[in-house]
């Protein structure tokens, strides 16, 4: 059976204008800090993306523990008031029956929903109701509905409101913390200056005040940088594998004489990038999830364990490098969290194999340090990196071997905030014709140092 070159084609366009529409409305988020206005140019851009007359929000409030009607375009004024609140208890049971994404095709046919009274005066019919998550944490709900018609939507559609999602509820996120700090600060300022008149040693609490409040304001800041981050990687990084897939797919669809050698080869590069494309969003997804996931760290007893499983997704890396891996015999136990310990090796190793030359020779190495530390790194066999190099490292978003290898530049992101947040410390020792040696440093477990240590001069 030929393959449906047409469908892969316009599947590929389909997530070329996917990626660019989540890029447009990230970016256009990005420049909302006030909640109202974000929840508006949400409601908004959905309703003209997705072609739909009824969209609504529906916030979650921890305190009460429900969630109300936040915002909405084309719900009647006078149905407005009558919208009642969802419980958390509720809310939890329907999505334990249904999931995060609940498609109803025609709700004219349920008699025992919320508010099914006032849909049936809207003349409501289809409508899909999808959860808004933070890291996990509940956020709201978007709902989107068809008036007088019932509605198939697409799965391209679906997927792209599960990505509208996501995008808002990071901007509600980040809404709702703005308006915190806003908050805060008004109430601060108030409370300094009713006090001003009456206490002169009130300098010193209100630098303290003032101190917290500019930490609020640098998170605040923080957050802004990885959505600029965030919307530069999904149009700019995402934006070449799919350009290399739409091309390949061109060719072949274009050309029905292509020898069936080069037809694999069309077809290899296509997986070449789609797995790109897929480490790239993992990647992203993990470097956001690292800012407010808190982990107390336990000792690694089997770091052995760990880099196998590493190794174990990069299967194909590892043949196509021809690479040679050798591991020491002995691994001091370090304080830390095994499942980004992982990170760490998978993104240490994957450079390694891209970045290591022909052939690449891969020689994992410990060493116990002073003061009852351990260091973990692998040396490769590639050219080496310069000064001007090596100062690039380690900081959000650099390119690295751009020109000569394409690297999208997140994996030493991570590996920097993991060790930041574990307490630890990274870096790499290179010299031109020499190889490299990227190396992470961490705490010994109960300040033990094992019978046996491998030392090796840097």
Known sequence: MEPDYKARYEAEKLAREQAETLAHMAALLNAKLDLDASLSAICDQTAHMLNVPIVTISLYNETRQE??????????AQLQQSISTLPREVYDQYTQESGRIVVVDDIQTFD??????????????????????????????????TLHIVRHFTPWEISLLRGIADLAAIAIH???????????????EERVQAR????????????????????HADELEIQNAELDAFAHT??????????????????LLEDDLIPPDEQTFFLERILHQSHKMHTI????????????????????????????EALSRMENL?????????????????????????????????????????????????????????????????RGLTETDMSRLFTPFTQLHQIQLGGHGLG???????LDKLGGRVGVNSQLGNGSFFYFELPLADNSVPDKTTHHPE
């Not at 050798?326 to 095994?338: E, M």
């Open 196 to 215: 001003t008149a009456d206490l002169a040693a009130s300098n010193q609490a209100k630098e303290a005040a003032l101190k917290t409040l500019q930490q």
């Open 234 to 251: 999904v149009a700019h990084d995402l934006r070449n594998p799919l350009g290399s897939l739409i091309g390949y797919a061109e060719m």
């Open 318 to 382: 590892v043949t196509q490098a021809q690479a040679e891996i050798v591991l020491p015999t002995d691994w001091p136990v370090v304080c830390g969290h095994a499942a980004w310990i992982e990170e760490v090796w998978a993104n240490y190793l994957s450079n390694a194999l891209k970045y290591g030359g022909e052939q690449a020779q891969l020689v994992v190495e410990t060493a116990v340090l002073p003061g009852n530390w351990a260091r973990y790194g692998v040396r490769d066999n590639g």
């Open 112 to 145: 025992n929903l919320p508010n099914i009274d006032i849909y049936r005066q809207m003349d409501l019919h289809t409508t899909i109701n999808i959860s808004m998550l933070f890291n996990e944490q509940l956020i709201g709900r978007l709902n989107i509905g």
């Open 281 to 308: 969003i993992h990647e992203i997804l993990l470097l956001a999830s690292l800012r407010k996931t808190e982990v107390e760290a336990e000792p690694i007893t089997d770091m052995r364990l760990i880099i196998h």
């Open 67 to 76: 969630l109300r009607l936040a915002y909405q375009v084309g719900l009647p």
């Open 174 to 188: 980040r809404a709702t913390l703005h308006e915190r700090v806003q908050s805060y600060a008004h109430e601060l």
């Open 412 to 418: 030493l992101s991570i590996v920097r905030r993991i």
